[in-house]
T-cell receptor, first 113, second 113 residues
Framework: SQQGEEDPQALSIQEGENATMNCSYK?????LQWYRQNSGRGLVHLIL?????REKHSGRLRVTLDTSKKSSSLLITASRAADTASYFC?????????????FGGGTRLMVKP | EPEVTQTPSHQVTQMGQEVILRCVPI?????FYWYRQILGQKVEFLVS????????KSEIFDDQFSVERPDGSNFTLKIRSTKLEDSAMYFC???????????FGPGTRLTVT
């Protein structure tokens, strides 16, 4: 798979359930960032986790990072219909001179009311 | 909360024409970026800009493209001699002196006919 690949590609859950999205990458990284994108709109920064961190929380979001497996997960707890969006991971590779982010293909999350 | 802004929100142009996409990054940020997202595809890095020069660019960013920071607030992407395949959403982003979290604007949808 390419740098920053999410799975599943699509996820449909009921409101109140938890949603877990996974991301895998290939190269060593400085950090990994998660973004949300509503259909046809801009990218909203959710959370950044550094390569020396294993877990990070922000409100209903929990992100984990396993650098040995080159993978990350984003957990959204107690989901709401408003969480319906596409979620992308983006990696900032080690020795990256220009802070270039490499995005995955995203997970399309649908939360049914 | 400070935001990255972009104008116009939608630009329609004829093949062969030149377009300039404009961005106002967050005011105290030092790093600026352009990305694009072709419909249904991944977000792709184009270029990063720091200290009034390009710090990194992708293979996509060829001689057809150029960036400029004409004053203390604007950051522009110029696309010369547009092609049909340049049709995409173009996102501007900026980050602070640490260069970590990148905050994206709402995007400019470019349609080349």
């Amino acid at each position: 798979s390419q740098q920053g690949e999410e799975d599943p590609q699509a996820l449909s859950i009921q409101e109140g359930e938890n949603a877990t999205m996974n991301c895998s990458y290939k190269t060593s990284i400085n950090n990994l960032q998660w973004y949300r994108q509503n259909s046809g709109r801009g990218l909203v920064h959710l959370i950044l986790i550094r390569s020396n961190e294993r877990e990070k929380h922000s409100g209903r979001l929990r992100v984990t990072l396993d650098t040995s497996k080159k993978s990350s997960s984003l957990l959204i707890t107690a989901s709401r219909a408003a969480d319906t969006a596409s979620y992308f991971c983006a990696t900032d590779a080690l020795n990256n001179a220009g802070n270039m982010l490499t995005f995955g293909g995203g997970t399309r999350l649908m939360v049914k009311p | 909360e400070p935001e990255v802004t972009q104008t116009p929100s939608h630009q329609v142009t004829q093949m062969g024409q030149e377009v300039i996409l404009r961005c106002v990054p967050i005011s105290n940020h030092l790093y600026f970026y352009w990305y694009r997202q072709i419909l249904g595809q991944k977000v792709e890095f184009l270029v990063s800009f720091y200290n009034n020069e390009i710090s990194e660019k992708s293979e996509i960013f060829d001689d057809q493209f150029s960036v400029e920071r004409p004053d203390g607030s604007n950051f522009t992407l110029k696309i010369r001699s547009t092609k049909l395949e340049d049709s995409a959403m173009y996102f501007c982003a900026s980050s602070d002196r640490n260069g970590r979290e990148q905050y994206f604007g709402p995007g400019t949808r470019l349609t080349v006919t």
